[in-house]
């Protein structure tokens, strides 16, 4: 399974999945390449360190989507290394139908929050404001409704009383990096990640 990684920020679940296929725990995946919405991206950097084909593609004209000639440049560019997976770890622009129609069925999203709560900007900023004692991470199917595909697995993580904005990301973001890499694995053995 050719999988393909778009990230718009640090990069820490794409090196996740990157560790994982390293270390044999990503079943018939393979990354065969990185993109990113941003030229500074740190998920770009990865590319190097782990032998991956990683690029910059252009998103203009929009701000917050990605649609127009960012979109076409972006189809383009990712439909020339085939993916059969194309997993998005912190990417931040909202994709309309025409790219998600150019790769029906293959794009997935890892959002901070158990969906459908907190969907949005700042999954995990909205659950701690909110004084939820239970949030996590989702990774779902990516529709035109912005975090509303259907759910392939999420993550509990508790919050304590002691928590801080800081620690419960930190909690967060090592409960993405466990469940990131095990959906992709579960998804190239064509087995129901959910089960
Ligand atoms: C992750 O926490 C991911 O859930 C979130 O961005 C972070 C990316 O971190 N995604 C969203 O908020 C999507 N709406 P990373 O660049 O270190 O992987």
């Known amino acids: 399974m050719r ?3 778009l990230g718009s920020g640090r990069g820490s679940n794409a090196e996740a999945i990157l560790q994982a296929e390293k ?16 030229a500074d991206a740190g998920m770009l950097a990865l590319g190097p360190r782990f032998g991956v084909p990683a690029h910059f593609i252009d998103p203009a004209p929009f701000k ?3 649609d127009g000639e960012g979109e076409a440049r972006a189809i383009a560019a ?3 290394v085939h993916p059969d997976l194309i997993v998005l770890a912190g990417f931040m622009r909202v994709l309309k139908p025409g790219f998600l129609n150019a790769f029906a069925g293959k794009v997935i999203n890892l959002h901070p929050s ?3 709560s907190f969907p949005g900007l700042d999954g995990i900023g909205q ?18 409704e912005v975090d509303g595909g259907p759910i392939l697995d999420q993550a509990a ?7 801080t904005l800081e620690s419960l990301a930190t909690k967060i973001h090592a409960a993405e ?7 992709v694995a579960r998804l190239s053995g064509g087995r129901n990640p959910g089960a």
């Open 3 to 5: 999988v393909v990684i």
């Open 23 to 38: 270390a044999g725990r990503l079943g018939q995946a393979r990354v065969v390449a990185l993109f990113s919405d941003r």
């Open 64 to 66: 917050t989507k990605l």
């Open 78 to 80: 990712i439909s020339a």
């Open 114 to 116: 158990l969906l459908p």
């Open 127 to 144: 659950a701690f404001r909110r004084g939820v004692k239970i949030t996590g991470c989702t990774v779902h199917f990516v529709t035109p």
């Open 157 to 163: 993580v508790r919050i304590e009383p002691h928590d």
């Open 177 to 183: 990096h466990e469940l990131l890499p095990a959906t």
